[in-house]
Nanobody, 127 residues
Framework: VQLQASGGGLVQAGGSLRLSCVASGFVFDDYTIGWFRQAPGKEREGVSL????????YYADSVKSRFTISYDNAKRTVYLQMNGLKPEDTAIYYC?????????????????????WGKGSQVTVSS
């Protein structure tokens, strides 16, 4: 499994960015895909997840109503639209995938991580 993320950058507080991640190199169709982030000096935290089988979505409380995850199955590309960005959103953002098979509890992934990881994409929000 390969995950290639893009779309990070520098933005002022209140601005928007969209991250993209192309997933390739696998044939199973039951998986969970999503985004994590790690700020300097902090532990990694889950941001958002999507389940391939039913499109269910899960967000961390800190990003609800500001971030939107979506998935283009034909392109096997997951997106993270980030609006209303805050300085505390500054972090390296990682695309991740777990499968075949899925856990139903999003918090499980947020605590334990996922099987496959892409290289990070830096997001910096200035105040």
């Amino acid at each position: 499994v390969q995950l290639q993320a893009s779309g990070g950058g520098l933005v002022q507080a209140g601005g928007s960015l969209r991250l993209s991640c192309v997933a390739s190199g696998f044939v199973f169709d039951d998986y969970t895909i999503g985004w994590f982030r790690q700020a300097p000096g902090k532990e990694r935290e889950g941001v958002s997840l999507m389940w391939s089988t039913d499109g269910r979505i899960y967000y961390a409380d800190s990003v609800k109503s500001r971030f939107t995850i979506s998935y283009d199955n034909a392109k096997r590309t997951v997106y993270l639209q980030m609006n209303g960005l805050k300085p505390e959103d500054t972090a390296i953002y990682y695309c991740a995938l777990d499968g075949p098979g899925s856990m139903s509890d999003g918090d499980y992934y947020f605590r334990h991580g996922m099987d496959y990881w892409g290289k990070g994409s830096q997001v910096t929000v200035s105040s």
